[in-house]
């Protein structure tokens, strides 16, 4: 999306959101929800896959949180830096290999929504400005939000059509 509009986000992120929601549907559906991935991926399942997108959320809740207050907050973790994504990714998927597919969606639908809250919230300055919040280090706010929701959201659809393709083989 290259727009730098509040409403453009909000929308993008609801659309990425809705598609997501119809693939993951029509998996469990097909009786295919809980099937492993083909491949070496790091997210072996659908689960994986959505506990991603919730664990990033969580992490942008918690940078918002912290740095509205006048905090610092740990970009993108504590003990971690931007080149270590792989790592960071891989301790969040770990964290979530004990919850049930069906918790890991109530609570992905719930942090979906106050995403969308947050940036309704904001006005496009707030959001597409990289000067105004200090905590996001020159980083624009509406930025977070977008590879956070919309951006990672048509990941998770490619992630998801990768690991489990249409056609199956014995």
Not at 90 to 97: A, K, S
Not at 145 to 165: D, F, K, M, N, V
């Amino acid at each position: 999306m290259a727009t730098e509009q509040r409403d453009a986000l909000i929308q993008s992120n609801a659309d990425e959101y809705a598609r997501l929601k119809s693939a993951v549907q029509r998996l469990r559906d097909a009786g295919r929800i809980d099937e492993a991935f083909a491949g070496e991926s790091r997210d072996r399942c659908v689960r994986d896959v959505l506990a991603h997108l919730l664990a990033w959320h969580l992490l942008l809740e918690g940078w918002y949180e912290e740095g509205m207050i006048g905090g610092a907050p740990a970009l993108p973790a504590d003990g971690f830096t931007w080149k270590q994504l792989d790592a960071l990714n891989v301790v969040l998927r770990d964290r979530w290999q004990d919850t049930l597919i069906e918790d890991v969606e109530r609570r992905l639908d719930a942090s979906h929504s106050g995403l969308q809250r947050l940036i309704a919230t904001h006005s496009d300055e707030e959001l597409f400005d990289g000067a105004v919040y200090s905590w996001t280090r020159g980083s624009k706010l509406g930025e977070f939000c977008r590879e956070c929701g919309g951006s990672h959201y048509s990941w998770a659809l490619e992630t998801i059509a990768a690991g489990l393709p249409e056609e199956r083989h014995p």
